[in-house]
């Protein structure tokens, strides 16, 4: 499940959804696995890096003014501007979307950031998209990602986009494979 019920996320709470996001395991290094996470300029059609996303066609990041800044400026604080494929189509979603920067762990591969958007207060939609990356042993990396959703409309978004988040996240998950595993046959 891509998504938790609002029951489940907390700030406060606990992070791990149930279920089984996009997750997938990687014949590459962790660090191979990270650097191609992070790498938001490589490629035309991209997040995280690697083409063919089905949720984003451009992502940057950003200082609060929506300045673009460079990949390696990725830190806590800073932000995302991203530009979206509603998946499915969504009269009231925007296109893109201004996200904050709330983890950047480099020691424990762990990257997050939520929606900043002004027009959407907590109460109403909070979203918090996590990734990690963690060594599986044998040059293998284990990947996982989602989104935690509160507030008011969150059982609006689980009932209208479910379906489109999960085959995104595994579709995802799969591109940030064959992207890390393409790059460590490279080496």
Request: charged residues 25%; hydrophobic residues 40%; neutral net charge.
């Amino acid at each position: 499940m891509s998504l938790v019920r609002p029951s489940l996320a907390s700030r406060d709470g606990p992070r791990l959804p149930p279920g089984s996001p996009g997750s997938s395991t990687i014949n590459a290094t962790r660090d191979q696995v990270w650097e191609v996470l992070l790498d938001f300029t490589s490629h035309p059609l991209k997040v995280f890096g690697f083409s063919r996303n089905p949720f984003v066609r451009a992502q940057n990041v950003a200082d609060s003014k929506r300045n673009p800044l460079p990949d390696s400026s990725f830190a806590e604080g800073l932000f995302l501007d991203i530009t979206r494929v509603p998946h499915p189509p969504f009269p009231l979603r925007r296109p893109a979307t201004f996200e904050k920067i709330i983890a950047a762990d480099k020691k424990n591969y762990t990257v997050a950031w939520e929606l900043n958007e002004w027009y959407v207060p907590d109460k109403v939609l909070h979203a918090e998209r996590w990734s990690m990356v963690w060594d599986a042993g044998n040059g293998q990396t284990e990947y996982l990602s989602y989104e935690v959703f509160s507030g008011g409309l969150a059982y609006v978004v689980e009932a209208v986009m479910r379906k489109g988040l999960e085959e995104g996240f595994k579709a995802q998950a799969q591109a940030l494979k064959a992207r890390a595993e393409s790059l460590n046959a490279m080496d």
